[in-house]
């Protein structure tokens, strides 16, 4: 791929990579003080030192009274424009003569009140509307369906947003630009968040156990440690030139022995309490135990509606019926009985055939004598496919008779039994009935295999019903009674609810994983390692060992291999199975809370204060099997008392993918995974973090897929360049703000505000693009832009372009830290209005006022003056000889002597030009 040239700094430009640095530099010497380690020194001098807690009523007024006199210059006051309380928002002092540790640390809950008490003031004032709107579309705030009044208590200092990135996966080519375009994402609303007062925690985890981690060790010949170590490092280097808020404090590696004890931890919970089971197939983890908690806690969060739609799928609940049905065959003497699910038993005369899992115990009896190879053969193909292959197999899936049939419980016809790979042995009891009439797969598989689609080849006797999709207990509520009474009171079936949910596989045969904690004793079984022994660790390698097709690499060690069992004491051998992938990243976002504990996951405390996680971010691709896991382990250690909440994060965010030039927009995660990666460090080198962030940002909605160009990261560049550009050449020279321009303002903050609380990032960025466009343009005079107008502009700016802000900032003369200031509100009164009122004088007196569009031409304008009545008693409707327009304000017609008589003074003056009551 051409690289376009690096940007030069010419009459035009600065050099944005040496702003980057400097500031880089400034960051790296003062890194961000955890918000967690507040915790113990928090309530205490908070609670006790009033003056940092004033009553909101006061401090809201105190902000009012600070703010009133915040114009440069001097505006004449009979033209000044009715601003109201719209200035509320314009410049909030820093505190001075505290010691920046001080103040950081008191601006904590100072902003928080402030905000707080101009929330309260506002609601009076007409303008919190939008504050309150916000917080119902936007639950980015802290309102959690299970707060308890002493988690209230708890929260008593400035509120806390925990924002979480799904944990990366170490790689030599360091981040990919998805990876970034999330990254990005996450980081506006954190610094948003942090401007608002709220206590923001951004810790970052590594899901160091992917199984990417080993193919690149495998390619580079090296451990998979070293790829993890190497990789966390380039990576850790690319979160800070990309100027990203990181709390590095609260840093996890999930191939840390002391954090991946907690896998092995988990893993004997859930043992201990019945969850885990191992079979012939190996080490399940009984996730299907959580299906309803699962599905009706999707009910309370705030997630894409795609993801939940995913999860609400993959669980896959559905009421119904448990159908006990007999089965036999022409040789098989007897009836033997086994379950299936019925969706809709009023169905159930129409059901033709059923088809079992290869799996399914009950071939064995049944089975006919002449079907038993086919039925053999079929079993052993099952046994070489992966649960994914044999779930996607559905339209293709293969099927074979068994000579055996089944009795219809509501026809006493016999239906024939099929096998197929496709039915799951842990779904819906293995069993499918088959409605060819009712479900278009059944149908399919009855056509294929050339089974009739009615039962018996007789038409039953009742109507013939469409194959309609019928929600279950919708209405033919009667006629279900009837048919389930009936079988009910033979026994035969019973309300259930079934999910399509299945079990998590949780042993790999790779080395690179967390052992799985067990001991194979000849004697004891399966014993598990004592807690205190944990964590077992991996044995160290220099290289990845290979060893022979179907044996674990772990047997490799033999001296890691050699135990005693911890029962008896007899020489045993360890289990060489290691855990899924992602079972780290299950747990690490609590982890991430107190991640120097050694006695715990996390102290409860901390863990009642700061969970669920208010917004995770992180790629579509998760959004099935992973973030499932995700809750379950998050619904277990809320049912042991280890976290006081279920779900693990209220909202949730999903970015698109960036497709490259590079890979022909194919939308492969490996190709976007090895494209991109490495260029993304090249643009940082090259255009800096600033515009790379402001590009990702602006590609399209951060939740689509886009495209990537190169175009558009120079753009981005040479924007932030003409931003300082404008910014630096209106220093010092504004005297006032005007109308127009306050109204500017306030659109961008509205804009802005509302870009970020709805993800929408790319529409903050063509704000911010619009507003230097009229910073720059004839638009708005060198005077009528204040210096207030530009902070606010520049404190808008900086969770976009971090670096940009802050050098603005420092240009702009101001001390204090930009990340502390408060996001300033908008004023809905100020944008609401489309017209303004104009004084009308006829030469020097004033005669009227009117309200004119606040779009309108001079020409409409003094179309519209000559219309008044009171003009036109003093003109008789003629025109002016001059015109003095000023928009927003006053419209002079002037008549020279000739054209008008000795002025008279006004009749109807009686009332008054400014309204009292406007
Ligand atoms: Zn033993």
Redesign the pocket.
């Known amino acids: 791929m051409d690289l376009p040239p690096i940007l030069n700094r010419g009459p035009v430009g600065i050099d944005l990579r040496e702003i980057e640095k400097r500031w880089q530099e400034i960051w790296q010497h003062h890194p961000l003080k955890s918000p967690v380690a507040e915790e113990a020194e928090d309530n205490a001098p908070l609670e006790a030192d009033s003056t940092l807690r004033a009553p909101s009523e006061s401090s809201a007024q105190e902000v009012t009274e600070e703010d009133s006199p915040t114009h440069e210059g001097d505006l004449d006051p009979s033209t000044q424009p009715k601003l109201g309380q719209d200035q509320i928002s314009e410049d909030h002092s820093s505190n001075q003569g505290i010691s920046p540790q001080e103040e950081r640390h008191s601006n904590d809950a100072s902003i928080s009140e402030h905000q707080e008490g101009r929330e309260d003031h506002d609601a009076g004032s007409g303008f919190a509307e939008n504050l309150k709107s916000s917080d119902e579309t936007m639950p980015l705030t802290d309102r959690s369906p299970e707060k308890t009044p002493v988690e209230d208590q708890q929260r008593k200092g400035p509120k806390t947003f925990f924002c979480l990135d799904m944990f990366p996966y170490p790689s030599l080519d360091g981040f990919s630009v998805s990876q970034l375009r999330g990254i990005a994402t996450n980081d506006v609303v954190a610094r948003y968040q942090q401007s608002r007062g709220r206590r923001v925690l951004r810790p970052i985890g590594w899901d160091s156990f992917q199984a990417s981690v080993e193919e690149e060790a495998r390619q580079n010949k090296i451990s998979p440690n070293q790829v993890v170590e190497r990789g966390i490092e380039r990576m850790q280097k690319q979160l800070r030139r990309f100027g990203t808020l990181v709390h590095w404090d609260h840093e996890v590696d999930t191939s840390n022995p002391k954090d991946y004890r907690w896998s092995q931890w988990l893993f004997l919970q859930l043992l201990d309490k019945g969850h885990v089971h191992h079979d012939d197939a190996g080490w399940k983890v009984a996730i299907t135990d959580y299906a309803e908690p699962l599905h009706t806690g999707l009910k309370h969060l705030k997630w894409p509606p795609r993801t939940k739609a995913l999860q609400r799928n993959w669980i896959g609940r559905r009421e119904g019926c448990r159908l006990i049905l007999k089965a036999s065959s022409e040789l098989y003497d007897g009836w033997e009985e086994f379950d299936v699910f019925c969706r809709r038993i009023e169905a159930l005369p129409e059901s033709s055939f059923v088809v079992l899992c290869p799996e399914h115990p009950l071939l064995e009896q049944i089975v006919d004598p002449i079907q038993a190879d086919e039925v053999r053969e079929l079993q052993d193909r099952t046994l070489k496919l992966g649960e994914r292959e044999r779930m996607a197999n559905r339209a293709h899936s293969d099927g074979v008779a068994t000579g055996a049939y089944a009795l219809n419980p509501s026809t006493l016809q016999h239906i024939p039994i099929w096998v197929s790979s496709y039915v799951m042995p842990d779904i819906r009891f293995g069993a499918i009935l088959g409605m060819p009439d009712e479900n278009e797969a059944h149908k399919e598989f009855a056509v294929r295999h050339g089974i009739p689609l009615k039962a018996g080849g007789q038409s039953s006797s009742r109507r013939r019903r469409r194959p309609t999709r019928r929600r279950p207990g919708a209405d033919s509520g009667a006629e279900k009674k009837g048919l389930q009474g009936s079988l009910e009171v033979r026994g035969v079936t019973e309300s259930y609810i079934d999910y399509k949910l299945h079990d998590w596989v949780f042993d790999r045969q790779r080395f690179w994983g967390v052992p799985i904690p067990i001991?194979e004793?000849?004697?004891?079984?399966k014993?598990p390692v004592p807690e205190s022994d944990l964590p077992v660790r991996l044995p160290d390698v220099e290289e990845l060992v290979e060893v022979a097709e179907g044996q674990n690499p772990l047997t490799a060690f033999d001296d890691w291999m050699q135990t005693k069992?911890?029962?008896?004491?007899?020489a045993?051998l360890r289990s060489s199975d290691t855990m899924p992938d992602w079972i780290g990243s299950c747990w690490g976002h609590l982890r991430c809370l107190d991640p120097k504990n050694e006695t715990v996951i996390a102290r409860q405390e901390l863990l009642n204060i700061w969970t669920p996680a208010n917004l995770c971010v992180g790629g579509i691709e998760h959004a099935e099997l992973h973030l499932m896991y995700v809750r379950f382990v998050s619904h277990f250690l809320a049912d042991i008392g280890m976290t006081p909440r279920q779900e693990p994060y209220r909202r949730l965010f999903n970015q698109g993918r960036i497709r490259s030039q590079e890979t022909d927009g194919i939308d492969d995660a490996e190709a976007s995974r090895r494209g991109p990666r490495v260029i993304a460090e090249e643009y940082l080198d090259r255009y800096g973090a600033d515009a790379l962030r402001l590009h990702l940002l602006f590609m399209g909605p951060p939740q689509d897929h886009s495209e990537w160009s190169d175009e558009g990261l120079k753009g981005c560049a040479r924007f932030l360049q003409r931003t300082h550009e404008t910014i630096k050449g209106r220093i010092g020279k504004g005297k006032f703000v005007s109308r127009n321009v306050l109204v500017a303002k306030h659109r961008l903050i509205r804009r802005v505000s509302r870009a970020i609380r709805t993800f929408r990032l790319n529409k903050a960025v063509s704000a911010f693009m619009e507003f230097v466009k009229l910073l720059r343009g004839d638009e708005f005079s060198m005077e009528e832009v204040d210096k207030a107008t530009l902070k606010t502009f520049t404190v808008l700016l900086a969770p976009f372009a971090p670096h940009m802000a802050h050098e603005i900032w420092d240009l702009l003369g101001e001390k204090s830290d930009i990340t502390q200031e408060p996001w300033p509100e908008h004023s809905n009164e100020l944008l609401q209005p489309t017209e303004v009122q104009l004084a009308v004088f006829v030469n020097e007196s004033l005669v009227d006022r009117m309200t004119v569009e606040l779009e309108a031409s001079k020409t409409q304008v003094i179309d519209q003056a000559l219309e008044l009545k009171s003009v036109k008693d003093r003109t008789g409707g003629k025109s002016a000889d001059r015109v003095v327009h000023v928009p927003d304000r006053l419209l002079k017609l002037i008549y020279t002597e000739s054209g008008q008589e000795k002025e008279q003074p006004p009749e109807k003056s009686a009332e008054p030009f400014f309204d009292p009551n406007m």
């Open positions: 001991i004793c000849e004697d004891c079984g014993v069992c911890p029962e008896c004491g007899k045993s």
